[in-house]
């Protein structure tokens, strides 16, 4: 086999530098199930993933640490790879044991899973996860199981609300620091106090003795042990992300790790609920082991009290302006991250990537997740902490800065935006303009995006010198660098449902041609007949057209007919082209 170049990180990994790392990367995507083109209804797209990860055209992101890729690169079993292996070998034998149906179905699984191990011990392109995750659907599927830890998860958040109740409970959580507390305004001591409160409970949600034992009473010395453990940079860290300086309040996404762990997670969120931030709870779509899962709180009790005043959002595919609209009327929003395994970025879901995208910080608790997000080079859209405990049982703090090329759009910004177009289109309408807005093609055709602004920007022109009394709305001459698809979409939105819109022409196949030939090219053939059906950002608008037009019927529709467009799902996330036609004949069947 040809030796493969030297990486030292995944966040050097390239395609296109030097083929035979091209073809083991795309043997490892496919190995691992997570290349989207070749299976886009579960993998995240590139333009997905970027709402999570800063990476650049032809830049690989792994779903794993970089100590593992540098393992499975290697292309042989080293022993610290073996040993990963062995270790998800062993969770899955004990489940096998314990909770298979029959003796036969036992046998038939086991059997079914040394043959794909023994596969990858022989060929090692497997991330360990990835491997467990595969064999571990193959257990629930042929036991028809969807979750067998669903007693035990409910054991452990009983174990732990009860531990609230206790003597031990009250010395740990009320017991004041052996430093004096000095301050110079009020605030700095509110501030000292919930920094306190939250130092604390993040140690209890990581302290599992509390729920893996029945009941747990520790002495006072095991409590004692837990006060004094030093936190590195805690302070520093918390004081600059929600200190009494920080006017800003922020949005926070919260993974947690642990059932039991979760009721002491709900009061670290209540805390930073009361200094005023939003927070989005994900959760599990599904069994993996003690991680809490969105469907939980329908057969524990303990979960849903703690759960009673938040909001839900079950849609995997939430809409950035339905997202937005249920943070904005929430504290807490609790969604599933849409996978059944470790964080795995790729498997995430729609609304998990909107969350994340949504959010200025991400909390993750778990040494799975510290070493997704924490071990991995790849630089994150968004500032991450992280908080778990060691071999040594120690609580780790750690924190990583999202990426400096990182400019977030905030909803607030977008909003400004949208309004002061609004109040061009109010003036201009007062003067006696008609108001008309239009609607193309921009990024819809793969790698034509430059071509598509100029056939936009000359037809635009064309028809303003030939329009008189008609202030024509350009969607490119609005474009501000670091906006997405959503994010515009987003805006749009805003605009075309303000009730100022006289006309809303959508671009036609005669638009196309018109532009070419202004521009004194011939038209090619990627361009051929194209025209705003093509696109599905245009599809969507359409939706919102005829919508406006039942509540301002005076307002014209031009362009392909309504029924042209309705062959196109939801707009690619984040992407300025679009996604698949798919063969829906009924989905708009009312049209």
Not at 101 to 113: G, I
Not at 414 to 422: M, P
């Amino acid at each position: 086999m040809a030796r493969l170049p030297h990486i030292s990180s995944v966040s050097n990994v390239y395609y296109g530098q030097d083929p035979h790392l091209d073809a083991w990367l795309l043997h490892f995507m496919l190995e691992n199930n997570i290349e989207h083109l070749v299976n886009p209804r579960v993998n995240a797209s590139a333009e997905q993933l970027r709402f999570m990860v800063d990476i650049d055209e032809g830049q690989l992101f792994a779903p794993c640490t970089d100590w593992m890729f540098a393992n499975l690169l290697q292309t042989r079993m080293s022993p610290d790879l073996k040993k990963e292996y062995l270790q998800t070998w062993k969770k899955l034998i004990f489940l096998i044991r314990n909770y298979s149906s029959d003796d036969f179905v036992k046998k038939k699984v086991l059997s079914l899973c040394k043959h794909i191990l023994g596969k990858v011990l022989r060929s090692p392109f497997m991330i360990p996860s990835r491997l467990h995750k595969r064999m571990l659907d193959i257990f629930l599927s042929q036991n028809t199981l969807q979750d067998p830890y669903r007693e035990r998860k409910c054991t452990y958040n009983r174990r732990a609300l009860e531990f609230m109740h206790t003597p031990g409970f009250f010395r740990f959580i009320s017991s004041c620091p052996s430093s004096t507390m000095s301050c110079e305004k009020i605030q700095d001591l509110r501030w000292e106090l919930d920094l306190l409160e939250l130092k604390r409970f993040f140690c209890l949600s990581t302290w599992d003795s509390i729920w893996q034992e029945e009941d747990f009473a520790p002495d006072q010395q095991e409590i004692e042990q837990e006060l004094s453990r030093s936190w590195q940079d805690f302070r520093e860290v918390m004081t600059s992300l929600f200190g009494p300086e920080n006017v800003y309040r922020i949005k926070i996404l919260y993974l947690p790790s642990q059932s039991g762990g979760l009721v002491y997670d709900m009061q670290v969120i209540k805390n930073l609920i009361r200094q005023g931030h939003k927070v989005t709870l994900a959760l599990k779509e599904g069994f993996y082991y003690e991680y809490p899962t969105l469907w939980d709180c329908y057969a524990d009790s303990v979960l849903a009290h703690l759960l009673s005043e938040a909001s839900f959002l079950e849609e995997s595919q939430a809409s950035k302006n339905d997202f937005l609209k249920k943070q904005r009327e929430n504290n807490l929003v609790v969604i599933s991250d849409g996978s059944r395994e470790r964080l795995n970025l790729y498997r995430t879901s729609v609304t998990f990537s909107r969350a994340w995208k949504e959010s200025d910080l991400v909390i993750a608790k778990g040494l799975g997740n510290y070493r997704r997000l924490i071990q991995n080079s790849c630089a994150f859209t968004r500032d991450i902490l992280c908080l778990f405990r060691d071999e040594d049982y120690e609580v780790k703090f750690e924190f990583k800065s999202k990426s400096s090329r990182v400019r977030k759009i905030t909803e607030k910004e977008i909003l400004a935006k949208a309004e002061n177009i609004k109040k061009q289109m109010a003036e201009v309408r007062r003067q006696g303009q008609r108001v008309l807005f239009y609607s193309a093609i921009i990024g819809s055709i793969p790698g034509q995006t430059r071509t598509a602004l100029r056939v936009l920007n000359t037809f635009v022109d064309y028809i303003r010198s030939r329009m008189s009394g008609t202030f024509i709305i350009n969607p490119a001459e609005h474009f501000e660098q670091g906006m997405d698809g959503d994010d515009l979409m987003y805006m749009w939105e805003i605009v075309q449902r303000s009730g100022l819109i006289d006309v809303w022409r959508f671009q036609s196949v005669r638009d196309i041609e018109k532009s070419f030939e202004l521009m004194g090219e011939r038209v090619p053939p990627v361009w051929a007949g194209k025209d705003a059906t093509f696109s599905t950002g245009c599809t969507k608008e359409m939706h919102i057209a005829l919508d406006v037009q039942k509540k301002y019927p005076e307002m014209q529709i031009i362009g392909p007919s309504p029924e042209q467009f309705f062959r196109r799902r939801e707009y690619g996330v984040g992407k300025f082209f679009d996604a698949n036609i798919e063969k829906e004949p009924e989905q708009y069947a009312s049209f």
